[in-house]
């Protein structure tokens, strides 16, 4: 015997003990293993071993691959004598298949449940025995078996590999039908809710994945297993567990929805798919998890579908937002089943939108405030519906703001009036309303409804339309200091160059500008005067508009009093050395002051407008005067000096013998003096207020009183420009253009703005035409050539 066979029998023997011990089920020690380990890694780069390679035949190979191909194991004195090595492979082969059938042997009469957990039993402890066994045979793995199937030897295989083998020709292949029965029965008590181990099924799943493992598979954890790794496992237990999965929720589906409430229903199963995915984690393959749960989802909810639609329309009609959002869930998972419910929101929504703000049509006249807050209430009432139950997906945001859109742009409101950018003008006059001083809203309000506001200024068709009234507001508010916060007016203005861009916003910035630059030109004048040492009686503050960033006209020009002209004056000349080649204009319209009664005890202080001043400054040279003679006087325009002096005669800061105050016209504005009556001081004047604003009441009859008219015809006007000048830009880029891919680009270029009418697009080309910016190709006449 040479010395090669004295080691093998040494290190055969103390392996042979070790695996006896560890089918025991007695765990091996470190020391132990260590020597084995040892023994076999010495075996393997002994000498006498190595030259052994080099001495076997190729015939005495071909007759072992005879001998051994579709045999499990060969006598071993054969393969001593042709396959160096294989001494040991084959009696380790035959070792665990020995061991493996003598444990077989000794519970073949368990039976069900009882050989479910034998059977898990012995797979856990025999994988601990395998993969130790792997890792003893190691070098033999790399080195031994690769060369063996280079040579074709198709029989010989990795450690691991060859005791999955055995484990499948021993128990698996003479018990899969019962294991797999055995297993499917468990899960479906587990589904019933009765008493079940998940690790029991889950031990014996393992054992179906690991039997087509390698020691490649095994030592490489982070590589994903492939659908040939999972062979077993797919072939004769998902097969079957996934039919048994469509009976059973085939059957379920049918007699709960017969039995319980659509309601009980979705939530059964939302909580049924759950299990299945908490199912997978706890005993399957995750490779199982899609089509089981595909295969659940077409039983509980596909199937279901047309029943879902049906129950639908009264969760909505309701606002049922947890049971929309088990059901939003669950439709969820079916591909293109949200169309039909999305449909029914879109109605609904539209519906309710459209009866709210009708309802306010006899009020929208004079109350903007209530048609705007009828909107966002509708607004928040669904927003919350979409956000809570359908999660804002973009299939219900696009219903959502396709239904507030048609409800906002076209309604009783803007029938009536024949305007459809009617919305856009109310929604400037909210605005108005909620920036300006009195609206009683502490800070966290105001920026709340800013954010509502600007939530339905993102469907106004006509932006346009709200840019030309929000800014002529804007610089009311501004040239009258009427503002309640230059934070919230800026945040408006932040917001709308978001949604609308740089340019739609510019104006707007470009007024806030002159209010900052204001400040800084008056106190250069407060020290141009000072260094001049030019004084009057006055304080004297002024603010310089640029003519056009601001909505506003050069008012007529008319006597200034003389106690008002010097300083007027002399500003002007600061200002021109100042800016040279600018042109000043006062608006007299928008200019104010403050008067004090010297006569009167106490001594009141008169808020007054520039004409209510200019007209009060005459009676310190006159005690007495005419209508007419004060209108020659003054030369203020009648329609602006009328209800200036009714003012002050309503107020009783003057009297006129032929007029009761107490019976004045409530609208001032209307109201008409005959010229002929006389005008005195009232000395007998009385007040609780020292301090008297006799503007108030032109401010309150003049609040959102800017004629819509000349706003509409300017936004018309500006349209046709804009309209000519995106047709221009689209024409120098294409250079050619088919007229209907003309009409949709310029369309979708001006749709942020407003909304284009076809008809008003073909005029603006043909007087493109007529100014020969492009014309018509002679051969094509819907093809248009751009002229350079």
Known sequence: MTQNSIQLTEIWNELSNAIDQMFQNSRLSQSAYSSINKGVMNYFRSSEYNDSLLRPSSNKTTTNNKQTEGSDGADTDDLEMSIPGGQIYFRLKKKFKESLQKIAEEKNNLSDEDFLGFYAKTWQYYQTISRIMNLVFNHMNSHWIIRQQTQNRKDIVDVYAMAMKIWQDTFY???????????????????????????????????????????ADINNKNKPMTLSSLTTYKEWFEKQFIEETRTYYSLESDNYFNDNGFSSYIRKANNRLKEEEDRVQSYLHPSTLEILLRTVETQLIKKRLDDFYGQAEGLIKHEKIDDLELLFKLVHRIENAHAPIQLLFENRVYTVGINAVNCTKDTTVKDSKTYIEAIIKVYERFFMIVNKAFYCESGYMAAFDRACSKFINSNLNTEQTQKASRSAELLARYSDWLLRKGNKLDGDAVSE?????????????????????YGRFLAMRLIKELSASSDDEESVITKLKEMCGYEYASKLERMFKDIRLGADLNQSYITHCENEKFCTKFHFHVTVLTSNWWPVTVSSMFNISNELLPRLTHFKDFYMKRYT??????????????????????????????????????????????????????????????????????????????IDPDQLNENIQETNLPMNNNITVNDAMKSDKIKINLMK???????????????????????????????????KNRKALKHNLLLSEVIERLTRLFKPDIPAIKKCIDLLIEKQYMERDDKERDLYKYLA
């Open 581 to 658: 080649g600018r042109k000043l204009n006062i608006l007299f319209q928008y200019s104010k002051g403050e008067v004090q009664m010297l006569y009167t005890k106490p001594k009141y202080i008169l808020q007054v407008s520039f004409y209510q001043m200019n007209i009060l400054l005459l009676f310190n040279e006159f005690p007495t005067m005419t209508v007419e003679k004060m209108l020659e006087k003054t030369q203020i325009e009648a329609n602006i000096f009328m209800p200036a002096l009714v003012s002050l005669i309503k107020m009783k800061i003057l009297n006129c013998q032929d």
């Open 173 to 215: 292949k003479q018990n899969n039908h019962s294991l797999t029965r055995t297993c499917l029965n468990l899960i479906k008590k587990h589904r019933d809710n009765q008493g079940v181990m998940p690790n029991l099924i889950r031990q014996v799943v393992d054992s179906y994945i690991s039997v087509d493992l390698t020691d």
């Open 449 to 469: 409804k800013i954010n509502q506001m600007m939530c339905v200024f993102n469907y106004i068709h006509d932006k346009d339309i709200f840019q030309k009234f």
């Open 697 to 731: 009441m032109q401010q309150e009859n003049s609040v959102n009183k800017i004629a819509p008219s000349p706003v509409y015809e300017s936004v018309f006007e500006e349209r046709k420009l804009t309209i000519q000048a995106v047709i221009v830009f689209i024409m």
